[in-house]
C-alpha cells in the first residue's frame, strides 16, 4: 500500500543539537509539507516543496531547514536555533496543483531534554 | 482570530447520539476539508468539499459557501469515533495549495 513513512516516532535530543526528521513517500506525489502541531493550535506550516530540488519557507520556518534531492524524500532539519522545539512533526503529501487531499504521515513526536 | 474556528473545542457524548461539529472561516477557499486525527497522532482525510453535501457511512459533511460554514455529523456514534476532528480550508495561491487549520475538536464518545 503506498503511504507516507515518518520516522522515528518518538526523538529525544539534547538541546543545543541539530536533529533530523525523516519523511518518505511512495504516492509518486510532487508537493511534500511539513507541519508543526502544538497543543491548542491549528497545523503549521514549517517548509513545503512543489518539486525536487526546490522548496519554500511557510509561516514559521525560523530555525528550520530541509532538503528535496529526491522525489520520494523530504528530511526535516531542527537546528539549534529553533527555539522551542519540542512538538508533534507531521509530514504530508499530494499531487502538484491540486485540490486533492493531503496525506499525511503518522507523525514525530520530538523532545528537547 | 483565526482565519477558521471550529465549535466546540471538546465534546463528550454517549454512543449512539448524533453529532455536530462546526467550522467558521473568514477567508476565500478553493475548498474546505475534514481530517480525523487518531491518539497515536496519523491524520486521514474523512472529506473535501467545494459546495454542498457528501455522506460516507455515518458521516455527512456539509458546506455553505455563503455563509462560511460547514458542519460535520456523526450519526448513531461509537467508542471508536473518539479522535480530533480538524477543519482546514484550502486557499489557492499560484502553485501552492496551502492548507489554514482550525484548532480541532477533541470528540470523546463514551459506552
Given at each position: 500500500d503506498g503511504g507516507i513513512t515518518q520516522s522515528p516516532k518518538y526523538l529525544f535530543r539534547k538541546e543545543g543539537q541539530n536533529v533530523t526528521l525523516s519523511c518518505e513517500q511512495?504516492?509518486?506525489?510532487?508537493a511534500m509539507y511539513w507541519y508543526r502541531q502544538d497543543p491548542g493550535q491549528g497545523l503549521r506550516l514549517i517548509y513545503y516543496s512543489q518539486i525536487v530540488n526546490d522548496f519554500q519557507k511557510g509561516d514559521i520556518a525560523e530555525g528550520y531547514s530541509v532538503s528535496r534531492e529526491k522525489k520520494e524524500s523530504f528530511p526535516l532539519t531542527v537546528t539549534?536555533?529553533?527555539?522551542?522545539?519540542t512538538a508533534f512533526y507531521l509530514c504530508a503529501s499530494t499531487k502538484r496543483d491540486t485540490l486533492q487531499p493531503q496525506h499525511f504521515g503518522d507523525g514525530t513526536r520530538l523532545s528537547i531534554l | 482570530k483565526n482565519e477558521v474556528e471550529q465549535s466546540p473545542q471538546n465534546l463528550t457524548a454517549q454512543e449512539g447520539e448524533f453529532i455536530t461539529i462546526n467550522c467558521s472561516y473568514s477567508v476565500g477557499i478553493s475548498a474546505l476539508h475534514w481530517l480525523q486525527q487518531h491518539p497515536g497522532g496519523g491524520i486521514v482525510s474523512l472529506f473535501m468539499l467545494s459546495s454542498g453535501k457528501k455522506k460516507h457511512g455515518r458521516l455527512i459533511a456539509t458546506i455553505n459557501i455563503q455563509e462560511k460554514h460547514s458542519s460535520l455529523h456523526i450519526t448513531?456514534?461509537?467508542?471508536?469515533?473518539s479522535a480530533v476532528y480538524i477543519c482546514a480550508v484550502s486557499v489557492y495561491g499560484g502553485a501552492t495549495n496551502k492548507l489554514i487549520f482550525g484548532t480541532g475538536t477533541l470528540l470523546a464518545v463514551q459506552p
Amino acid at each position: 500500500d503506498g503511504g507516507i513513512t515518518q520516522s522515528p516516532k518518538y526523538l529525544f535530543r539534547k538541546e543545543g543539537q541539530n536533529v533530523t526528521l525523516s519523511c518518505e513517500q511512495n504516492l509518486n506525489h510532487d508537493a511534500m509539507y511539513w507541519y508543526r502541531q502544538d497543543p491548542g493550535q491549528g497545523l503549521r506550516l514549517i517548509y513545503y516543496s512543489q518539486i525536487v530540488n526546490d522548496f519554500q519557507k511557510g509561516d514559521i520556518a525560523e530555525g528550520y531547514s530541509v532538503s528535496r534531492e529526491k522525489k520520494e524524500s523530504f528530511p526535516l532539519t531542527v537546528t539549534s536555533a529553533q527555539k522551542n522545539p519540542t512538538a508533534f512533526y507531521l509530514c504530508a503529501s499530494t499531487k502538484r496543483d491540486t485540490l486533492q487531499p493531503q496525506h499525511f504521515g503518522d507523525g514525530t513526536r520530538l523532545s528537547i531534554l | 482570530k483565526n482565519e477558521v474556528e471550529q465549535s466546540p473545542q471538546n465534546l463528550t457524548a454517549q454512543e449512539g447520539e448524533f453529532i455536530t461539529i462546526n467550522c467558521s472561516y473568514s477567508v476565500g477557499i478553493s475548498a474546505l476539508h475534514w481530517l480525523q486525527q487518531h491518539p497515536g497522532g496519523g491524520i486521514v482525510s474523512l472529506f473535501m468539499l467545494s459546495s454542498g453535501k457528501k455522506k460516507h457511512g455515518r458521516l455527512i459533511a456539509t458546506i455553505n459557501i455563503q455563509e462560511k460554514h460547514s458542519s460535520l455529523h456523526i450519526t448513531a456514534s461509537h467508542p471508536r469515533d473518539s479522535a480530533v476532528y480538524i477543519c482546514a480550508v484550502s486557499v489557492y495561491g499560484g502553485a501552492t495549495n496551502k492548507l489554514i487549520f482550525g484548532t480541532g475538536t477533541l470528540l470523546a464518545v463514551q459506552p
